[in-house]
């Protein structure tokens, strides 16, 4: 493992990665692990989808979380990822992933 830092946020933008997401929990004092799922854009809004690797309280084994990307107004803060609560805005995030899931494989 390289001593070198990256941002997950980076991460979940770049197409060539390809590897798991750490993110800090706070409230736990650990990494978790979580697999990316979709990146999903809405409206003016940038949304990723990110499965739990590590077990994660209240989240179940086959569950997934939504966040939204926080665009740094500056180059000298970092983009930051926002967990979304609002059940109507992680329903709609959810329907736009499989609609995406849908037209990608009515392409195939």
């Known amino acids: 493992m390289t001593d070198e830092y990256y941002n ?3 991460q979940i933008l770049d197409e060539d990665y390809v590897d798991n997401i750490f993110l800090y929990d706070d409230e736990a004092d650990k990494d978790v692990e979580f697999e990316q799922v979709a990146l999903i854009p809405i409206d003016d809004d940038v949304y990723v989808i990110l499965k739990p690797v590590t077990p994660v309280d209240g989240v179940g084994e086959n569950e997934a979380l939504a966040f939204r990307i926080d665009f740094a107004p500056t180059e000298e803060e970092e983009d930051i990822l926002v967990v ?19 037209e990608e494989e009515e392409s195939e």
Do not use: S
């Not at 979304?84 to 849908?102: G, M, S, W």
């Open 84 to 102: 979304i609560d609002d059940d109507e805005l992680v329903t709609r995030i959810f329907d736009e992933y499989y609609e995406l899931l849908k």
């Open 8 to 10: 997950a946020v980076d």
